[in-house]
């Protein structure tokens, strides 16, 4: 069994429980050596081991290594608070990954990480060893539990764990029931934001962003960090889910998000999240009506800074824009250039370790996210730690996230209306036309349906010192009747070509009903499905399902079970997947009862990328969501 690197993910069943009790539902034990226990439980060692033997029904054998210097991610208390946008925070991880990404062996990988598991804190542990299996080579095709199995607290009301905690508890597994979850469990229709919490609250929103942001982590080495257009996918990213909640709140009769840009006006979005801390043992902070930011002062956080600073980073982002460089750090001026100059501004606006000057422009999406989780005690006053916007995992609950981002899209947006227009070169595709395209749901051409449903999320793996077995807790989520795309390209070369087929769908009229001027609307389209295709001479009919979508995760996994995890073939590479797409059940907008009018938009480029034509191969129909 210990050849089987899958061993592993076993790391990430009870983060707060010992790692010598047997894991999962297998019972599977780590024979660890003795010196490998905390200080405090050595001497017992023995005692310890045996007194686990009988539920053990096997054990994964750990070699042991010379151990290396943890001081620094022991910094940070084990059941303290962890964010990544704190910089202490963020060096103390840094250096948890760098340990486990130089380990030469998986036997040693293995080994130092059961080593550091009752050590360092709980959610940093989490954190940097799924940012480790992701980008190691020996270990990148596996893929980590989805955080609702393993932290459940940032996704379930704090009310339902004594509940929860009961079941376990008293019902035998096979016996238990699904405890229900209120959909209106954060705040009631009192509260005109309510409308569309069940977006910002679903699960496998929140899940895709933290996910997002371990493959693609803005602190760490350089071959952790550094990927293709990292800093324009930070962009693109963060653009799709502005544009998807956009389109939610017009759908539900709310006007479009507000940025967020005056820092010393208070923020009239309350959000009271409801949630518990189990790794830290406390609630997580409300923010009250009419909340102001005010300067930070928490240096144990290395957490000191005004609100100027922050006004002083976007107005030298602003005036890069407009003058069309920003200044590296060695004085050497860096165009913003229409192929590489979002990038350069995602990096630099995130501040990842690829920001060409971090002194010059700061570190504004994460500080301004910082400044907004503490703002309920910004000096440590009151030793409060930090809101949901603090975590990568919560912060897509939160209201003011949307307007943050709306801000920081703007700031984007601000320097793509300073490129050219697309020329004919650029969109053309020699000889191919797309003639005609279909929307099909259940017979209806056109229309998409969409409706509530339930689905359970096992959180028995998140539940330390419970007995074993199932303990579901039912959700309620937006879904919509799966459809088909038919897409009729004409083909009026010789030869056989091949294209890059692009489907975006946006809401076709704005707040007063009025239809949307394209400079409106194309901020506001939502890719739906990208996929390669060989276009024969002639005429090509293609069909396409919404399942097959590429840029969604499936249903089943959002809502799966590490001890489901199939053990091969197939079946297995199904299971396993990158982790960054979008939820498939929010796929389509909600829509409304008596329709919700959008327009569909299908374009085929030049997979080569080098064609040219005064042709548009593009198409754009009309149609209805209810």
């Known amino acids: 069994m210990a050849s089987d690197k899958s061993s592993i993910l ?18 599977v034990a780590f024979d660890i050596p003795p010196n490998y226990l905390p200080e405090r439980y050595q001497n017992m060692a023995p005692q310890l081991f045996n007194r686990f033997d009988d539920d053990t029904e096997s054990k994964l054998p750990v070699k042991q290594i010379t151990l290396p210097d943890i001081s620094i991610p022991l910094q940070l208390g084990r059941n303290q608070a962890f964010s990544l946008f704190i910089p202490a925070h ?86 238990r029931i699904p405890i229900e979850i209120p959909r209106d469990y954060t705040a009631s229709d009192l509260d005109e934001e309510h409308r569309v919490a069940y977006w910002r609250e679903d699960i496998g929103i929140n899940l895709h962003h933290w996910h997002w942001h371990l493959v693609y982590p803005f602190e760490g080495s350089i071959e952790i960090v550094k990927k293709d257009r990292r800093g324009e996918l930070f962009y693109y990213m963060h653009e799709q889910i502005m544009a998807r909640y956009n389109c939610e709140r017009l759908c ?42 005010k300067d930070l002062n928490r240096p144990t956080d290395e957490l000191v800074f005004d609100i100027q600073d922050l006004e002083r980073w976007r107005d030298r982002i602003y005036e890069a ?47 301004g996210h910082v400044a907004i989780a503490y703002v309920h005690d910004p000096d440590h006053r009151y030793l409060e730690s930090f809101g949901i916007m603090g975590d990568t995992a919560t912060d897509m609950r939160d209201p003011i996230f949307y307007r943050w981002h709306a801000f920081v899209d703007d700031v984007f947006q601000e320097h793509k209306n300073t490129l050219p227009q697309y020329t004919e070169q650029q969109l053309g595709f020699p000889g191919i036309e797309i003639a005609d395209i279909r929307l099909t749901t259940n017979n209806q051409q056109n229309i998409l349906h969409t409706f509530w449903s339930k689905a359970d999320v096992d959180m028995s793996r998140g539940l330390d010192f419970t007995p074993r077995g199932p303990v579901l807790v039912r959700f309620t989520h937006l879904n919509h009747a799966d459809f088909s795309y038919t897409i009729v390209v004409n083909n009026r070369n010789n030869a056989s070509r091949k294209g890059t087929v692009r489907i975006f769908i946006g809401p076709a009229e704005d707040e007063r009903g009025l239809p949307f001027t394209y400079r409106q609307q194309k901020n506001l389209m939502i890719e739906m499905d990208k996929f390669v295709v060989t276009l024969s001479p002639g005429k090509n009919v293609i069909e396409r399902k919404s399942t097959e979508s590429s840029v969604t995760i499936p249903f089943e996994r959002t809502f799966r079970s590490l001890d489901e995890r199939p053990t091969g073939g197939e ?25 919700f009018p959008m327009e569909l938009f299908v374009m085929v480029s030049d997979y080569t990328g080098d064609a040219v034509s005064t042709v548009y191969p593009y198409f754009l129909i009309c149609l209805f969501v209810s």
């Open 252 to 293: 539900n009769r709310l006007d479009r998000v507000k940025r967020f840009i005056n820092w010393r006006e208070p923020i009239p979005e309350a959000y009271f999240p409801k949630l518990d801390s189990l790794v830290a043992s406390r609630t997580w902070p409300a923010r009250h009506k009419g909340a102001v930011l």
């Open 321 to 367: 824009i407009h003058t069309g460089f920003v200044v590296h750090s060695n004085g050497q001026r860096i165009q913003l250039t229409e192929k590489d100059g979002i990038d350069v501004l995602g990096d630099m606006f995130e501040a990842s370790i690829l920001t060409p000057n971090r002194n010059m422009y700061g570190d504004l999406h994460n500080y």
């Open 571 to 595: 079946s297995l590479q199904r299971y396993d997947f990158c982790g960054c797409g979008w939820p498939q059940h929010l796929l389509v907008p909600k829509g409304s009862k008596e329709g």
């Open 90 to 175: 963020r060096r103390m991880s840094t250096r948890l990954i760098d340990i486990f990404m130089g380990m030469r062996t998986y036997e040693d990988f293995l080994s130092v990480a059961v080593y550091c598991r009752d050590r360092v804190n709980s959610t940093m542990f989490i954190y940097a060893l799924s940012v480790a299996i992701l980008h190691r080579p020996d270990t990148k095709n596996l893929e980590i539990p989805p955080l609702t199995e393993v932290f459940p607290d940032r996704y379930v009301d704090g009310g339902i764990f004594s509940r929860v905690r009961e079941e376990a508890n008293v019902v035998p597994a096979g016996s």
């Open 10 to 27: 076993y790391l990430f069943d009870r983060p707060s429980e010992p790692v010598y009790i047997p894991k999962g539902n297998k019972k």
